[in-house]
């Protein structure tokens, strides 16, 4: 059984990969990203340091680095705990309409359920639970904006992970 996860995540890892490089790549073609290298131009050539002026300097600031930059933020934005249980709070971000998406109260729950499942010795069930995590990362990341539609499946392994918390919270309660 173990040979077949192993292969089912080499493949999860291939396919994240060339996701990755496919929206680093639409990424670094928007003016927003061209704009952002050739403010980094600027700095580094009115900040005169010498190292900034040869090659190293444009490879530091190209557009595939600001790229993969916004690309990274996008990912952990995606699996903050902050915006799926405080609804953004204190970081409110601009432009998207914040709600509470899973109840604070219910972040106990979630960390016994998240360590019910890290220490789970069905590995089945383990590398299902962290599989659906990716798989959720994977679509979050094709959005612009991370909103409930890009949200959503992160929302449900959340969820997923409060409900084994709460089983085995209740099962240890009445044992």
Do not use: C
């Amino acid at each position: 059984m173990r040979k077949i996860w192993i292969k089912v995540w080499l493949v999860v890892a291939i396919v994240f990969l060339l996701l990755i490089g496919k929206e680093v790549i639409n990424i670094s073609r928007t003016e927003a990203v061209i704009g952002e290298v050739h403010h980094q131009r600027q700095r580094q050539v009115e900040a005169g340091v010498e190292i900034f002026q040869g090659p190293l300097g444009r490879l530091m600031a190209n557009k595939y680095l600001v790229a993969s930059e916004k690309m990274t933020l996008r990912a952990l934005e995606i699996v903050d705990v902050n915006i799926i249980f405080m609804a953004g709070h204190p970081n409110e971000r601009a432009g998207i309409e914040e709600q509470e998406r899973v109840g604070w109260l219910l972040i106990p729950l979630f960390a016994w359920g998240l360590v019910r499942v890290v220490s789970s010795s069905n590995e089945w069930f383990k590398n299902l639970v962290f599989l659906w995590l990716m798989m959720s990362i994977m679509w979050g990341i094709r959005f612009e904006r991370i909103d409930e539609r890009a949200l959503v499946g992160v929302i449900i392994w959340v969820w997923g992970v409060v409900g084994v918390g709460s089983y085995d919270l209740v099962r240890k309660i009445f044992k």
